[in-house]
């Protein structure tokens, strides 16, 4: 069933050959049943006459960031709050350069930054210009800041080379829409997560720590944004961006994360230990930098708190995932955990093999619940984070287990 009825889409349209395509995806958004206002660059305007767009969606175009004339029509402002999906289609070399270095010096730019709804861009463009070093980096530093990014298709080009560049079909880009604008699996749910490793400090600047890079749980957030989630992470020193739709506080060590957690735990539906929580931290920090001349120190650990245990005995309990991070007998060790943790699904990897667990951007897991087990596939992160948040979501909301599963 189509997603689309009675959404409003805003369709950005800048200069290129492909501007023409764009009347007919406005034609099809129309017959799908959505609400559609036209923004064209000035470049755009070279290309088509608003007047075209402007009979297919039977509103005014919007073309000018200043435009005297438009006493009626919506502010940018109003424009940017009115939409449930921004689509710039076609989205040229230049629109995209702009965009990411965050320009606001045209109307559609100036949505584009002040538009807290989904953005996707349908790039269009001579294939030379696709494949050059800058449009690759604006493309990439986009989508880490959650930009869908659609397309561009491979194909003859208009100006007589082919490859990369061409922009979707007005078909595959209304089904691209009706995905975005679908409902996610975790719409509407609140989603705890903790990420990366923490440091526990020797004396004022050195500290105990582990390898975890935070990469897993990042990809695990970002997922679970996509699929609707109000996600709000906690984590530990990391070099990692904040995902896209994600709420994030920095913490150092598990004494902190625990806090953090347990100060927000009262407000989610779903709590997931990423994090390589330090299991000890020293007892005797010195007040003072350690010096070599001194006796070397004896460094006394004691227990930090165990953040998911703590987590999973509340009496009012979110649905629990934990990580275990094994290098033998994985399964052994995740249904224990399981089990001694109380947790309702459990995401078991190896790790100490090349290329896998810490630091890696490949990953696999072995997948636990209370007589059911799910193998996810080794791939990227993202894919990895993408499966299992599929999975929370059909054990959260007690649907139907999925066909990977031997349940
Ligand atoms: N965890 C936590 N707080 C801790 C320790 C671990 O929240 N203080 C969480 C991790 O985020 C992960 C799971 O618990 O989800 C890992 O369990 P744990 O028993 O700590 O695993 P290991 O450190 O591998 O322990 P073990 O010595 O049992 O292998």
Redesign the pocket.
Known sequence: MSALGNKKVLLGITGGIAAYKAAELVRLLIKAGAEVRVVMTESAREFVQPLTYQALSGQPVYTDLFDKHADSAMDHIELARWCDLLLVAPASADFLAKLNAGYADNLLLTLCLASKKPLAVAPAMNQQMFANAATHDNLAALATRGVLIWGPAEGDQACGDIGPGRMLEPEQLLALIDEALAPGPLDGVALLL?AGPTREAIDPVRYLSNRSSGKMGFAVAAAAARAGARVTLISGPVALPTPAGVSRTDVES?REMHDAVMARVGDCDIFV?????S?YRIANVAGHKLKKDDAPPVLELEL?????ADVSALAQRPFCV?????TRDVEK?ALD?LER?NLDLIAANFVGSAGRGFEADDNQLEVYWRGGHARIERGPKAAVAKRLIELIAERYTGRHLSTDSDD
């Open positions: 903790t598990a230990a990423c994090a390589a929580v299991d930090n708190p165990d953040i998911l934990g990580f275990a991070a094994e060790y955990k943790k």
